[in-house]
């Protein structure tokens, strides 16, 4: 097999135990951008029912990744916010796939790291709308 399928299998390293399930990963990462959340907060961010929302988040809270707290601001809903644990899960997934990005695009140009950068950027502010 050549390089380029070499490269997609770096994001398989690290020990199964240790990787965030996607889902949880984009959760954490939410959490860890913006501050604690409650549910339905999260639902709408990511445009999903809660019970969805409801489901993903009890894995993390059965992992220690994430706690249930009082709302900061007063309100009735309990919130989620990221554990220590969580903080140190999501950095450790960070560079797993940042490495992987790296080793995907190690041999590219300047020119078309930034035709893929421009694209990306376009891509993910229509994604935003």
């Known amino acids: 097999m050549g390089p380029a399928r070499d490269a997609r299998n770096v994001y398989a390293a690290g020990p199964a135990e240790q990787r965030l399930e996607r889902s949880s990963y984009i959760l954490l990462r939410r959490l860890e951008a913006e501050g604690p959340m409650s549910i339905g907060q999260l639902a709408q961010a990511f445009v999903l029912d809660t019970s969805t929302v409801n489901r993903q988040t009890a894995v993390l809270l059965r992992g220690g990744l994430a ?3 009082p709302d900061p601001e007063g309100g009735m809903a309990r919130k989620l ?8 899960r ?4 960070r560079d797993v796939r940042l490495g992987g990005l790296a080793t995907v695009l190690k041999d590219w140009s300047r020119q078309e790291l930034a035709s893929f950068a421009e694209g990306l950027a376009h891509f993910n502010a229509s994604i935003e709308l």
């Open 81 to 88: 916010r990221i554990t220590d644990e969580g903080l140190r």
């Open 67 to 69: 706690e249930r707290i």
């Open 90 to 93: 999501v950095a450790a997934e």
